[in-house]
């Protein structure tokens, strides 16, 4: 019998949802997983009586509950050190862009939002704002992957990465230009994880039904 429960969104557009399930993964936290279908705009009625934020993803594992993605990460590292580096000042730096991810970058989130089934530019030029936050986001991962890579702190997927991958869906999704060749072929690396594949997989198996029209008809 599984030792807990981790429910996420929509596997299509939850971004939140994909950095709780890849360290909960990462760190093979023997759980069950519950899809809940979103509603879109933070209005899904089931999420409501069921987290104490009333979002995804949220995790309940022998006795302890928690939620947002950033406390999953931290508390499947305490299971798995192995997700945060070992090295102090590789840990002090995957923590703070791990962070920076979790509490900034608004602007590509609001202009990108995550679509696994999306494959093209938006019609309209990105605006300042957007450009400044992919520079930043480039700056981190040529600096990360740049160190010898494929991920941000060395040969294996970690928590840093995990924060990351709803943003290297988001950047493939719409094309996005700018980016060194250091930052593509981070990419790569993550897309092509097998945790990813999987994740993109069950994305692309959920009923039509769950599509919704504030993401698929964005110009
Ligand atoms: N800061 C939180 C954000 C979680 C969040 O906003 N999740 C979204 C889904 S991606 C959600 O549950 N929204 C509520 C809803 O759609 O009703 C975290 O890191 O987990």
Known sequence: MAEGRLVIGTQRYSSWSLRGWLCVRL???DVGVEVVPLAGAGQTAALKTLSPNGCVPYLEHRGAVVWDSLSIAEYCAEHHAFLWPEDRAARAWARSVAAEM???FRAVRSALPMNLGR???LAAPLAEDVHKDIARINAIWTEGAGRGGPFLCGSGMGNAD???APVVCRFLSYDVPGLSST???YMQAVRYHPLMVEWYAAAAREPVE????MYETLA
């Open 102 to 104: 979790h509490s900034g």
């Open 183 to 185: 930052a593509q072929a």
């Open 162 to 164: 995990a924060m990351f």
């Open 210 to 213: 769950w599509q919704l029209d």
């Open 27 to 29: 760190a093979g936290l």
């Open 119 to 121: 494959n093209h530019p």
